[in-house]
């Protein structure tokens, strides 16, 4: 199944979803290449990419909720906090080369997480930045 940041994943606010749309298109790169049997050779630098990736948008979130006062930033910023050291321990045990199935699966996992959260605290963000 690929991913699209379809209305339901839109935040409404430029920046986020041009993010979004960058971690969605490595995740897609991903299942291409699972497709053509290259799975297990892309999923460390899958991991690695977007492990440093969310380390960067997370920062733009947050830089955008204390500028217009979100209220929901402590818990947001948690959330972002605990995201970035479990997929971090996800992509660490996956190995250079010949990752397994259950490396593919931890991190699928990590992008399931990361998914229902663009759908539904990402999208709570960008209704409160286009109210103010």
Same mark, same amino acid.
Request: aromatic residues 8%; neutral net charge.
């Given at each position: 199944?690929?991913?699209?940041?379809? /209305?339901?994943?839109?935040?409404?606010?430029? =920046?986020?979803?041009?993010?979004?749309?960058?971690?969605l298109k490595a995740v897609n790169?991903? =299942?291409?290449?699972?497709?053509?049997?290259?799975?297990?050779?892309? @999923?460390?630098?899958?991991?690695a990419f977007l492990s440093n990736? @969310?380390?960067?948008?997370?920062?733009?979130?947050?830089?955008?909720?204390?500028?217009?006062?979100?209220?929901?930033?402590?818990?947001? /910023?948690?959330?972002?906090?605990?995201? /970035?050291?479990?997929?971090?321990? %996800? %992509?660490?045990?996956?190995? =250079?080369?010949?990752?397994?199935?259950?490396?593919?699966?931890?991190?699928?996992?990590?992008?399931?997480?990361? %998914?229902?959260?663009? /759908?539904?605290?990402?999208?709570?963000?960008?209704?409160?930045?286009?109210?103010?």
């Amino acid at each position: 199944m690929r991913y699209e940041l379809t /209305k339901e994943l839109e935040t409404g606010n430029a =920046l986020i979803d041009k993010e979004h749309r960058e971690l969605l298109k490595a995740v897609n790169d991903l =299942l291409d290449a699972c497709g053509k049997g290259e799975g297990r050779s892309s @999923v460390q630098k899958t991991g690695a990419f977007l492990s440093n990736y @969310v380390k960067t948008h997370f920062a733009h979130e947050e830089q955008l909720q204390v500028k217009n006062g979100y209220p929901g930033y402590t818990s947001h /910023k948690a959330f972002h906090e605990k995201y /970035k050291k479990d997929l971090n321990d %996800v %992509v660490e045990k996956i190995p =250079l080369s010949d990752a397994s199935i259950s490396d593919l699966a931890a991190l699928n996992n990590q992008i399931g997480v990361l %998914v229902a959260h663009i /759908k539904f605290e990402d999208k709570k963000l960008g209704q409160f930045l286009q109210k103010n």
